[in-house]
T-cell receptor
């Protein structure tokens, strides 16, 4: 068990391009969370999966954002038509229903 | 919504000093965790502590769920303790994070 893995670690993209991030949770963790963090702020909730079902989605998540967890294992977060305001650290975490959550190293997105 | 408040917002310590970080929350808790965010941005899990007291080396934490607060104690601080400390509550489908305490330990 190597912990939560996120790829890529860094992404620089031009405004208007689409980007996709991947999160591989700790095996057998059925809960998976995506968060976004900007400089000087605490992490903000984006969305939550239990197995393959997306059970909660923040109102912060515009229609340009979509997340999937097709087989209840890894998850992807896609941002379409990126904007400069999307620049942030995107964090993924996983947990058992009654256990601690563990975060990955994050994907730092810069939109230029 | 659920409110999570951390204090102090900023803390500067001389190496070797002790400190207490506080987390107040507005709702009952299923799961409370303390994290340390390292300089590269990763959130490192320190404690999973919905209630009671736990210790891990120089760090310990106490949660009094009935009074809706949690404390993180750092003893004999080291420069590697520098960074931002977050508490986070999970009441179901998401974690609610506090605004963090930024700790700087100077040699």
């Amino acid at each position: 068990d190597t912990g939560v893995s996120q790829n890529p670690r860094h992404k620089i993209t031009k405004r208007g391009q689409n980007v996709t991030f991947r999160c591989d949770p700790i095996s057998e963790h059925n809960r998976l969370y995506w968060y976004r963090q900007t400089l000087g702020q605490g992490p903000e909730f984006l969305t939550y999966f239990q197995n393959e079902a997306q059970l909660e989605k923040s109102r912060l998540l515009s229609d340009r954002f979509s997340a999937e967890r097709p087989k209840g294992s890894f998850s992807t977060l896609e941002i379409q038509r990126t904007e400069q305001g999307d620049s942030a650290m995107y964090l993924c975490a996983s947990s058992h229903p009654t256990g601690a959550a563990f975060f990955g190293q994050g994907t730092r997105l810069t939109v230029v | 919504g659920i409110q999570v408040e951390q204090s102090p917002p900023d803390l500067i310590l001389q190496e070797g000093a002790n400190s207490t970080l506080r987390c107040n929350f507005s709702d009952s808790v299923n799961n409370l965790q303390w994290f340390h965010q390292n300089p590269w941005g990763q959130l490192i899990n320190l404690f999973y502590i919905p209630s009671g007291t736990k210790q891990n080396g120089r760090l310990s934490a106490t949660t009094v769920a009935t009074e809706r607060y949690s404390l993180l104690y750092i003893s004999s601080s080291q420069t590697t303790d520098s960074g931002v400390y977050f508490c986070a509550l999970n009441t179901g489908n998401q974690f609610y994070f506090g605004t963090g305490t930024s700790l700087t330990v100077i040699p």
